[in-house]
Structures are given as C-alpha cells and as structure tokens.
C-alpha cells in the first residue's frame, strides 16, 4: 500500500525555529478542505454541518460557517458549550444520547442561547427530555438516531426505527425534526466497498423518513455524515444534510481510500529526532502523549512520516516514538532533525494537544486554542 502514497511534503520550513512536539496546520490546506467539502455540499443540494470533534477548535468553526455550513454537529455538551460561547455558533446538533438529570441541565441553559437539536435513540432518554422541556416550558428539536450498518447506537433502519419515532413522537415538549445515521460502516471497510455501502446506509434512512412520514411524523432533515462516505451518501435523493468531520485536517486513515495522499493532510505533529540508538532505529519526541494510540488501515505503525513512506513508528511510549528506518542511510534521522508525521487517527490526535500552530508558507504565523479538547461530559 504504502508504494501507492506518495512521500508528500513538510508544510515547515526547515528553517522555522520550534519546540516539539508540536501539531503544526497547514492554513492552505486547511482552506482548501473546507471550500472542496462546502463545494460538495453545494454541488449535490445538502446542507453541511461539520463535526467539530476532529478538530475542537473555534476559529475553524468560524471558518466552516463563513464558509456555508449551516450550523456545526458535537458529540459533547462540553463542547457545544465551548463553541456557543466563543465560536458564537447559533446552531448546534448533539449527535450524541442525553442522559442523566445534569446535562439536560446544561442542555437547557444552552437552549437560551443557541437552536439545539439532540439526537435520541431510546425511549428512555426521549422520555426524559420530554419531561425536562415540558417541565421548563420548552420544545426540543430531535433527531432520531438510526441505525444503517454501523451497529452502534440506533434502532435499525425502516419497522424498528419506525416504532421508536412514532413512540416518541407521542411525548410532550419534543419534536421529531430528523433523522440520522453515522455511517462509519462504509468508511471502514474495504476501498471498493465504500461507495455500495454508503449509498444503502443513504437510501436505508430516506425510506426510514419516508416511513416516518407516512406515520405522520413530520421530518424533514435526513442528515448521514462520516468523510469516507461523503462523495456518496449525500447524492442519495432524499438526503438533506451532510456531518463530516475528519475532512477538515484528513488523515493517514483516509489514503485508505485512494482519493488523497499526504498533501491534503493539514495537520501533522512536527516532532525533532532524539536519538539514533541503531542505524536502523531512530527515536522521536512524540510518543503517546502526542500521538493517538489507534492503528491505521493504510501504513503500518503509529503515523505517516512526511518524505519517509518506508520509516515506521513502530512502538511508541509515553515520550518516545521508535522509529525503524528501511536503509541505515535514510537522511533526516540525525539527532536534531525534525520531521513531520501525518497521525493515523487525527480527532483523538487533536484532543492531547493544547494549541494548533498556524503555518503560513512554511512559517508559524498564529497559535490557535484547541478549547474545546478534553471536554469529554
Ligand atoms: C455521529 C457522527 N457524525 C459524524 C461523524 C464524522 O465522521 P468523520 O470523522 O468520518 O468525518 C462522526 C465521527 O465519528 C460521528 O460519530
């Protein structure tokens, strides 16, 4: 596989001083990203509301929205809360279940700022929503969860989902205004699968809403979402709004795919050589406290080392990264030497880091907060 990704290039200038490890983003690959995926958005008719989990920060937020999306999707109220208050993001879905009398709390202080819609799967949790609203007079918008192939949360798509919908259509204080799956199913299986799958997890929810409205359910967002499948759930007719995520930074996870390489990756940890215990062995400074422990489909070991397809990150530790050199006189792994690794899972990546260095040109030109990490309730 790794033959068929090309080595890509470092977005630091080799003479930009920094102390490492450090994650370093690319400001013009991010912007491409952001107008391609808005463009896709446009081009097929849906609505785009990018997950911030991938990359927890405000300012690209701001920049998503300034772009078109028509609102952003968390998994956390935490972060929702981070990006009411300092993204002054008006429109926000909780892809997630609300459960437990604290965060309808926090979910109802942030009803008086900012639209919110939640995302429910259970009667239970949609019983207990229904109960909070009702008690403070309120109406809250859902989207039922529905289950297209993933098998995580979500009733199956069409009769059982069917049910749940019309259960809780019948409680007070909410409204069913969606449906939505995370079709994560697609993106992880094989490359040419993708589309197949992706497409039916599509069709499966507009007919699951089309149901629904027969029932007298009144929906009207079928919403799918994951970057592996955006060039192809959302052309499914029927299909009102898109939710990708990693697309903003892409990952080594996404060569899987084929359709990018390194140079569409915007985020990289910016890491500095050690040691060179071995000549085949070189040790970095980013371990597992800089980079996220998940394997990746496409390259082997820890990360995607920029201009160095064959170096594998084999092990990592805490604070070190060892890296195994295909030939003894690899350059670039003397002691001092930095290098750029493009991680395997980049969202899980972002949340062990504090701030996102801006690259302009080769050039560190802002550091941005990651403000919204570590916001895990
Ligand atoms: C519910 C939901 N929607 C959208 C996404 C975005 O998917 P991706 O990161 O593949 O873009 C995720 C990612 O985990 C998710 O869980």
Redesign the pocket.
């Known amino acids: 596989m790794t033959a068929t990704i090309a080595a890509g290039h470092t977005i630091l200038d080799p003479g930009q001083v920094l102390d490492t490890p450090v994650m370093v983003v690319d400001e013009g690959i991010l912007h491409q990203n952001i107008a391609e995926m808005q463009g896709f958005a446009n081009s097929v008719g849906v609505n785009l509301r990018p997950?911030i989990?991938?990359h927890k920060s405000p300012q690209i937020a701001r920049l998503q929205l300034q772009a078109g999306a028509v609102g952003i999707?968390c998994?956390k109220l935490g972060e929702a809360e981070v990006m009411a208050r300092e993204a002054g993001v008006q429109d926000i879905l909780i892809?997630?279940p609300i459960v437990g009398q604290p965060k309808i709390e926090r979910l109802l202080s942030l009803m008086d700022q900012v639209h919110m819609t939640v995302?429910v799967d259970t009667l239970d949790a949609a019983t207990a929503l229904s109960n909070a609203v009702v008690r403070a007079g309120r109406t809250l918008d859902l989207y039922l969860?529905v289950n297209t192939g993933q098998d995580r949360a979500g009733q199956r798509a069409g009769e059982e989902a069917l049910a749940l919908g019309k259960a809780i259509a019948a409680l007070p204080g909410v409204r069913i205004v969606g449906v939505?799956t995370?079709e994560?199913h697609a993106?992880a299986s094989e490359p040419d699968l993708i589309a197949d799958k992706a497409k039916a997890a599509g069709l499966a929810l507009v007919e699951t809403a089309d149901l629904l409205r027969r029932a007298g359910v009144p929906v009207t967002t079928v919403s799918v979402?994951?970057?592996?499948?955006?060039p192809f759930t959302p052309t499914i007719p029927g299909v009102t709004e898109m939710?990708?995520?990693?697309?903003v930074f892409n990952d080594n996870t996404g060569f899987r795919h084929g359709r990018m390489g390194p140079d569409r990756c915007a985020a990289r940890i910016a890491a500095t050589v050690v040691s060179r215990p071995s000549p085949d062995r070189a040790i970095i400074d980013a371990g597992s406290k800089a980079l996220a422990m998940d394997p990746s489909p496409s390259h082997p070991g820890h990360g995607f080392i920029i201009g160095h397809p064959d170096a594998t990150i084999a092990r990592i530790s805490e604070e070190h990264g060892v890296v195994l050199l295909p030939t003894e006189d690899e350059p670039g792994f003397s002691v001092g030497d930095r290098v750029e690794v493009i991680p395997n899972h980049i969202?899980p990546t972002i949340n062990l880091t504090d701030e996102l260095f801006i690259v302009r040109d080769g050039k560190v030109i802002d550091r941005w907060p990651v403000s919204a990490r570590g916001k895990v309730r």
Not at 225 to 230: D, N, V
């Open positions: 997950h989990k991938t999707t998994a892809a997630y995302a969860e939505m995370h994560g993106g979402g994951s970057t592996p499948s955006s939710r990708p995520g990693t697309y969202c």
